[in-house]
């Protein structure tokens, strides 16, 4: 029997319509359709493809034990995580050893901050796997504000807001333009940091992204520190122009 092989399908920031022509193609194609969600729900990358699942496919929940509740440095939650990646690993190897492609569906791209890598890496090594690159978060996010990131020469820099305070100063005052993802209850240590660098002038916060529900605005115009997982601060370059 011809083992199955695995496919990690990027879905876009969030509209449909933003899925490439592959993506669907992949995805009506394969048996089997797996996609991440919070215990109890139903999750956005399910909800995403909706117009693209059939009745015949198969589909393969991987629910996370936990979301945002713990910390990453919390030993019992690493531990849980791990656990959860390796059962969800030995659900997806079941399917693939069966002879049955699965589609595992990654919002934004496969290959960027998405829980699909932790998956493949454990896989790659036994089973065929192919990449299908999607329209990432910050690509959404800065089309979404019309945002014209990066000119001539600029740098840019995508970084995470779980980094301490002063290590996001380092590194902003190092770039000509920035992304800051995993916003959330880490919001008001980004805004310190661009306020620290000169950047939150210029600044823009983006909202639920191509969702429902999608809110663009200047940083400054923000009157709270409160903020979805599913949010961004971008801030555009001012480099070489003709």
Do not use: Q
Request: proline share 7%.
């Amino acid at each position: 029997m011809t083992e199955g092989r695995l496919y990690g399908v990027g879905i876009g920031p969030g509209d449909p319509e933003l899925l490439t022509v592959k993506a669907t193609r992949v995805i009506a194609e394969a048996p089997v359709v797996a996609f991440f969600a919070k215990a109890g729900r139903r999750g956005n990358a399910r909800g995403i493809v909706d117009w693209w699942l059939k009745p015949s496919h198969v589909e393969l929940p991987l629910y996370y034990p936990m979301t945002t509740e713990s910390h990453f440095d919390d030993p019992p939650y690493r531990e849980a995580l791990a656990n959860f990646y390796d059962a969800s690993t030995a659900a997806i190897a079941a399917h693939l050893a069966a002879g049955r492609d699965v589609a595992l569906l990654s919002e934004g791209d496969p290959l960027f901050y998405g829980s699909f890598m932790h998956l493949f890496v454990r896989l790659r090594g036994r089973f065929r796997v192919t990449i299908v690159p999607g329209v990432s978060s910050i690509c959404g996010a800065w089309g979404a504000a019309s945002a014209a990131m990066t000119w001539g020469d600029d740098s840019l820099v995508v970084l995470p807001a779980t980094l301490p305070l002063e290590e996001l100063i380092r590194r902003l005052a190092l770039a000509d333009a920035a992304v800051i993802m995993k916003i959330g209850r880490n919001f008001a240590r980004a805004k310190a940091a661009l306020m620290k660098t000169g950047m939150a002038e210029r600044a823009i916060y983006v909202e639920r992204a191509t969702m429902t529900g999608e809110a663009v605005m200047p940083l400054a115009d923000k009157s709270d520190d409160a903020a979805p997982y599913f949010s961004i601060i971008l801030v555009p370059g001012r480099g070489r122009r003709p």
